[in-house]
């Protein structure tokens, strides 16, 4: 008798989406001539920057010829791209990376919900809440039940406190989804003691740093001193140059990085890793490493700037127009996301403001037991959109 993986049971069904789109959909049929303005779900909305076409475009033609075409390539992703994303993406910001500790994958959805595999089952992990779902339940899926909830809520500033049952495993998120909250140097450089003096581990999540203007903040946990032993960190295309369609992710794993058997024997987390990707995975397409690696040329690097320009802009907007009305918010000017303080349940807001302005904004509650109470507006959409939001919102409250 063919048997499912239990663990599965254990999971909470995901209504968020799905609950808001039943709703849009009851909205928009009562209401057939009222367009709605989404500022819901975290996805772009705007063009591939022109270099990335380009390069995509001159890719697809090589595939074209047998003397320029290419088969399989290696699962770590070419070293065209690993090189330049070590140069640009660390060097530059004095964080010693070399390519070949870089792995070049679909998402980082895949990547923070893989990573947990090369980890051992009784491990404590610590979880942020609000979160972005895939941490917590990809560990229940793996039958994980010692979770420890690192709160974020306005009395700490939405920067989570140290646990105070030692964890072992750590998820960090900044700029955070879905509070748009980001961490100083100094506030990293705590958690990057504390994963030292406990051998515990950090995921650092930085799929938001392209959105970072402040230019104290941290974009990589490794510019942190101490990092290279105690963390991971995963990084997306996706929010930073429009590839939630086009797919192209990575994750760094740095040589000094170990974790042990039960016998305390210290292992190399690039080689698990390694070991795991090569496996399972067998390598982003070429067309896409190009697309990628356009990024970093001196065209792409200011068409992709120009684009998150333009959501922080919505951003700035949106946080300037809902404190305006009195709500409490953070996030917005380093983060494409804005964390407002509903003032009662996060579904009654929600509904408010699509039944009286036609706009979709995503619950709180959705992304745990601290977002009750709060709702997440993001700010992928074109200006005239955030601005006839925030009219319409500025109607409806009045
Ligand atoms: C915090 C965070 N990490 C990772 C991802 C996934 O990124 P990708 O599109 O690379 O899978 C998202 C997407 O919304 C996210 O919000």
Not at 191 to 203: C, D, F, M, P
Not at 350 to 367: E, R
């Amino acid at each position: 008798m063919i048997k499912i993986n239990e663990n599965y049971l254990k999971l909470q069904a995901s209504y968020l989406f799905s609950d808001i789109a039943k709703r849009v959909a009851a909205f928009q049929q009562a209401h057939p001539d009222k367009n709605v303005i989404r500022l819901g779900i975290g996805d772009v909305t705007r063009a591939l920057p022109k270099a990335c076409i380009e390069a995509f475009h001159t890719a697809v033609d090589d595939m074209a010829q047998d003397k320029t075409f290419r088969g399989y390539g290696p699962e770590q992703g070419y070293a065209f791209l690993r090189e330049k994303i070590a140069e640009h993406d660390f060097k530059a910001r004095g964080a010693k990376i070399s390519p070949d500790e870089i792995f070049i994958s679909d998402g980082a959805k895949c990547d923070t919900g893989n990573i947990q595999e090369i980890f051992a089952n009784d491990i404590r992990v610590a979880i942020p809440d609000p979160v972005y779902p895939v941490y917590l339940d990809t560990n229940i899926m793996a039958g994980r039940t010692d979770i420890v909830y690192l709160e974020s809520t306005a009395q700490n500033s939405f920067i989570p406190d140290l646990p105070k049952t030692p964890a072992d495993l750590i998820y960090l998120c900044f700029p955070n989804n879905p509070t748009g909250a980001t961490i100083t140097k100094a506030g990293l450089k705590t958690w990057v003691e504390y994963a030292r003096s406990n051998k515990s581990l950090i995921l650092f999540d930085a799929a938001y740093e392209a959105f970072i203007r402040d230019d104290s903040l941290p974009h990589s946990i490794f510019e942190i001193e101490g990092a290279r032993d105690v963390a991971i960190e995963f990084r997306s295309y996706s929010k930073t140059a429009g590839f939630t369609g086009t797919r192209c992710a990575y994750t760094v794993v740095p040589k000094d990085c170990m974790a042990y058997d039960n016998s305390g024997a210290a292992h190399l987390l690039h080689s698990l890793w390694n070991r795991r990707h090569t496996t399972k995975f067998n390598g982003v397409s070429y067309p896409v490493q190009r697309a990628a690696e356009a990024i970093y040329s001196q065209e792409g690097k200011k068409q992709t700037k120009a684009l998150i320009d333009g959501y922080l802009a919505n951003a700035a907007l949106i946080r300037k127009e809902m404190t305006g009305l009195g709500f409490d918010c953070v996030g917005g000017d380093n983060s494409p996301y804005i964390w407002v303080n509903a003032k009662r349940d996060s579904w009654e807001f929600f509904d408010l403001l699509l039944n009286n302005a036609g706009v979709v904004c995503t619950p709180g509650a959705g992304f745990g037991k601290c977002g009750q109470g709060f709702i997440r507006i993001s700010a992928f959409n074109s200006f005239e959109n955030a601005e006839q939001a925030m009219k319409r919102i500025r109607d409806a409250l009045a």
